[in-house]
Structure formats: structure tokens, C-alpha cells
């Protein structure tokens, strides 16, 4: 469902009758972008999220909790936080050790809600945040 809600707001229709489309190789490159609205956290916490586009899929969570899954795509995010001690699992030649907060697509626990590593976003270098989202 959460795939289906992105897709749907990085589409947007205007008054006129065009429309307008984000696609995913430009936000991409870009980093995060766009609104994809507000969003109730764990505890009631509000939070207006961005799109960003994740490549792959991968659990978020916790600390060594697991708390779901977040399927790859165009996904909302809220903000991200650098845990100095605390890798993200590297792909490829990525590192990093910024992280993403977010609810997964399938909820394990704290419904959903979690980390997900940023070197499964797309627009970012290695230890460095992912431009367009901002710091929790």
C-alpha cells in the first residue's frame, strides 16, 4: 500500500489538466524530493515526510531489532540521523553509516517503524546524508 500512496504523490495533477511526473532516475540522482505528507510515528510523533528512492529492499529497525520490511521503490522517509558507530550494511563499494527513519512496508513490531540504511537510497556518497531529507 505504501508503494501505491508513493507512486500516486509523485504524480501530480494539476488545475490545468497536465500532468506532471517525478521520475525515479531524476530523483534519483537528486536525493529525496517532493511531499509526501505528514505521518504519525511511534508515541504520536509528527513528522512531514519526502519521497527517495530506495534500490533495494532491506528490514529496517531498531537497534538489533528488526521492526519490518521496506520494499525497494519510491518510498517516504522522514529524516535521517548519522550513527557514528553503527555501519549500514555496505553494497557494492557504498558506506555509510547514516540512516533513514521510516515504517516499513510489512510491520513486525513498533508497527513498522525503524532505521534503513542509507546505502540502499539512491543520491548519496559514502558517509554522507542523503541530500533533500532532513536531520532528525
Known sequence: MKRILASLGATAVLAAGAVALTPASASAAAGCWGNAGQKQGPGGATYTAR?????QGS???IGDTATGYLYA???W????QQFTDVENPPVGDAR???WLWTQGDDAYSN????WFPA????GGGNYQPIPGLQNC
Not at 119 to 122: I, L, M, P, R, Y
Request: glycine share 16%.
Open 119 to 122: 546505502t540502499k537510497v539512491s
Open 96 to 98: 555509510n553509516n547514516w
Open 51 to 55: 519521497y527517495c528512492h530506495n534500490y
Open 59 to 61: 528490514e529496517v529497525g
Open 77 to 80: 522517509f522522514v529524516c535521517q
Open 111 to 114: 508497527n513498522g517503524w525503524g
Open 73 to 75: 521503490g519510491d518510498n
